[in-house]
């Protein structure tokens, strides 16, 4: 397949508002991953789903941040009342298998700027 | 706390230069370790993973579990090496380094 795909690539929101991310994972990978990368940073992990089940989610920096991924295959990530530390890319990655160890297939990133 | 730490922001060397870049980390256990690359424009990959003991691109990484370290090196670095390497080890989920950016002048 293509790869791993998300939308939109760029993000620009006022402080305050909602914003939705989405992510395509391979197909048929049945692992996916939510990462978040600020500037100068390495990417930090926000969330994991196996299928359609949300296996972890420690990483979510607060309850504004919410994940799904109702049928297994597409991912949205929601952060609601965007703040200004908000602004990073966010990365999305699949594997194949149910196990974290396989590699990882990332993304190109949405780069969002809370303003 | 699980931490991993690559101490330098930039590495730059000159082609056909040995290169070293550093990984360090401090876990409870033995996680398993991979080295991430993204090149420009491109999107993060895997480049090598300890378990593999695999050479990739001409680069190794050996673990050293007394200094709990995993650096990656390569002999002779080529201009295509240019790059931000990640480290990144795996206890329960991935774990990133800030990276280091590695830049190869001919």
């Known amino acids: 397949g293509a790869g791993v795909s998300q939308s939109p690539r760029y993000k620009v929101a006022k402080r305050g508002q909602d914003v939705a991310l989405r992510c395509d994972p391979i197909?048929?990978?049945?692992?996916l991953f939510w990462y978040q990368q600020a500037l100068g940073q390495g990417p930090e992990f926000l969330t994991y789903?196996?299928?359609?089940?949300?296996?972890?989610k420690s990483g979510l920096p607060s309850d504004r941040f919410f994940a799904e991924r109702p049928e297994g295959s597409v991912s949205t990530l929601k952060i609601q009342r965007t703040q200004q530390e908000d602004s990073a890319v966010y990365l999305c990655?699949?594997?194949?298998?149910?196990?974290?160890?396989?590699?990882?297939?990332f993304g190109p990133g949405t780069r969002l700027t809370v303003t | 706390a699980q931490r991993v730490t690559q101490p330098e922001k930039l590495l730059s060397v000159f082609k056909g230069a040995p290169v070293e870049l550093k990984c360090n980390y401090s876990?409870?256990?033995?996680?398993?370790l991979f080295w991430y690359v993204q090149y420009s424009r491109q999107r993060l990959q895997l480049l090598l993973r300890?378990?593999s003991r695999e050479s990739i691109k001409g680069f190794t990484a050996d673990l050293n579990k007394g200094e709990t370290s995993f650096h990656l090196k390569k002999p002779f670095a080529q201009e295509e090496d240019s790059a931000m390497y990640y480290c990144?080890?795996?206890?329960?989920?991935?774990?990133f380094g800030t990276g280091t950016r590695l830049l190869v002048s001919p």
């Open positions: 990144a080890p795996r206890f329960q989920k991935l774990v």
């Open positions: 197909s048929g990978h049945v692992s």
């Open positions: 300890h378990i």
């Open positions: 990655a699949s594997t194949p298998e149910g196990q974290i160890s396989y590699e990882q297939y």
């Open positions: 876990y409870s256990g033995s996680p398993e």
């Open positions: 789903f196996q299928n359609e089940a949300q296996l972890d």
